[in-house]
């Protein structure tokens, strides 16, 4: 509301005719509010006032010359969109009316129709009317840059999943850098789901217009690159069937959880080892220090029937009480990695360590070797526990592999503060359902395997600040991506 202690109001009369403009600043005058009148006779005139002054309203003729009071609010609208305008005219026509309208003119007025009371409202209207959509623009504004920055991904769908907008953040995990390559498009085309929670497009069709929240895992232009979000699906507007669907990532969350699963079950591990180890290794040494009395009886005595020669039974018991006595040995080396004597080595100190110790195997096997671990990084580091991790990985991935076919490669990549350790084979690959209880204690996909290896690896890596990723496709090979940090 417009009042005397509100705040002078600029007003822009925008007249070409000397005795018309004097009746209007009469009236004007005579409304309520306070005012600064300013007459410009023509549209360059006006132009310069616009660009001079603080406007705060134009009242404008329709008939100036070579332009017109249309052209006038059409220049206006498009360089100082929120100066309210006001039409007059000495004409009562329909057309006029309705031009003005459309070309942005926030009211009109028949000069010898008006009153000084319709004219006081008519600014009162315009003023406020300008005030309001400003406030609402710049609402929009702020959501709309909500929107955009906002670090979930957000896509908004109509009822056939075409994608009708996308925020910045959903450009990205879609690996995209416009949205005009995505507007129009299906939403399925882009994001799928993991098969085990079912199709996405089922997914969405079983709770159509209604809101819920879904936890899934989602595939990315039909690659392996995967992503576990929180879906939140809303509708915004149920008369046109568009829905708003936000995708958080919980992926880091995830892993931080299997991590300290598994931490946990190795710690659980650990002391189940420890209990069992002294348990049953004084028994053990009982049975090796009874052995190896009884070999000493029976090394004098001969047997002409070798059925029934009992050095035979002798042997099996002795190598299966080694056996087991260095299963207890693995399962301790496994899960006993508390104390970490952490010095300054290089890296490639370390690969070349752990390299050194499969050369005989990549050489008798035939396999096609590749090493880029060209780099000076420092890291902190028990030099022969690390070794021992990398090692693990670089067996299995020999042994994964076919003879003269067989493909290694190991790679290093350097950032700011980590350095990565790609191990990469063709091998036979990994089944997607063991991926996630590859590093558990005791499983194992090899024959005669103890499955504590790995277990070892990822301990180790742990210990040194550091995470270990696994990919794999079946038929194709597997990845081990190593990080850790530099000094």
């Known amino acids: 509301m417009i009042n005397n202690t509100t705040k002078q109001l600029n007003l822009l009369v925008v007249e070409d005719d000397e005795d018309d403009f004097f009746l209007l600043e009469s009236n004007l005058k005579a409304t309520t509010f306070c005012k600064e009148i300013f007459w410009a006779v023509d549209f360059n005139a006006a132009k310069k006032y616009l660009e ?19 052209d006038v609010i059409s220049f206006i609208n498009s360089h100082f969109t929120f100066i309210p305008t006001i039409l007059l005219t000495g004409l009562k026509e329909a057309a006029i009316d309705e031009e003005a309208l459309r070309s942005g003119a926030f009211d009109y007025l028949v000069k010898d129709q008006y009153s000084i009371d319709i004219l006081d409202r008519s600014i009162r209207y315009a003023v406020e009317k300008s005030r309001v959509l400003k406030s609402l623009k710049q609402s929009e504004s702020k959501f709309k840059n909500l929107f955009e920055n906002a670090l979930e991904y957000i896509f908004i769908i109509d009822s056939d999943f075409k994608i009708l907008d996308v925020n910045k953040s959903a450009l990205k995990i879609v690996e995209l850098e416009s949205k005009e390559s995505l507007i129009g498009t299906a939403i399925t085309n882009y994001l799928s789901t993991d098969p085990s929670v079912g199709d996405f497009l089922e ?25 576990h979000c929180m879906l939140h699906f809303s509708i915004i507007d149920e008369s046109l069937n568009i829905a708003q669907l936000v995708l958080y ?13 598994l931490l946990e079950k190795q710690a659980l591990t650990g002391k189940t080892a420890q209990v069992i180890a002294h348990e049953i290794k004084n028994p053990l040494s009982n049975i090796q220090l009874s052995l190896n009395e009884l070999k000493q009886i029976l090394e004098p005595l001969t047997f ?16 299966n009480s080694k056996r087991i006595n260095n299963l207890i040995e693995d399962l301790l080396n496994a899960t006993r990695f508390n104390t970490v004597n952490f010095e300054e080595v290089l890296l490639i100190d370390v690969l070349n360590e752990a390299i050194a110790l499969v050369q005989d195997r990549i050489t008798l096997k035939g396999i096609y070797f590749s090493k880029g671990i060209e780099t000076k990084v420092k890291i902190k580091a028990d030099k022969e526990k690390l070794v021992i991790a990398l090692l693990n990985i670089l067996v299995n991935a020999i042994e994964a592999v076919e003879e003269k076919s067989g493909k290694l490669i190991l790679a290093i990549f350097e950032e700011k503060d980590l350095v990565t350790i790609n191990i990469t084979d063709n091998g036979k690959g990994i089944p997607a ?11 194992t996909s090899k024959r005669g395997g103890s499955g504590l290896g790995l277990t070892a690896t990822y301990n180790i890596i742990t210990k040194h600040d550091g995470s ?6 079946e038929n194709i090979g597997t990845s081990f991506i190593i990080t850790l940090p530099v000094l």
């Open 52 to 70: 001079e002054k603080v406007i705060d309203i134009a009242l404008i003729d329709y008939r100036l010359g070579a332009y017109t009071g249309i």
């Open 203 to 227: 997914v969405l069709n079983r709770n159509l217009f209604t809101t819920f929240e879904i936890e899934i895992e989602i595939s990315v232009n039909n690659t392996p690159r995967k992503i």
């Open 433 to 443: 359902e063991h991926l996630s209880k590859l590093f558990e204690p005791f499983f």
């Open 249 to 261: 990532d919980i992926t880091e969350l995830k892993e931080k959880e299997l991590r300290d699963k």
């Open 468 to 473: 270990i990723k696994v990919k794999s496709k």
């Open 304 to 319: 002409d029937n070798p059925d029934e020669n009992p050095h035979v039974f002798i042997d099996i018991i002795d190598r």
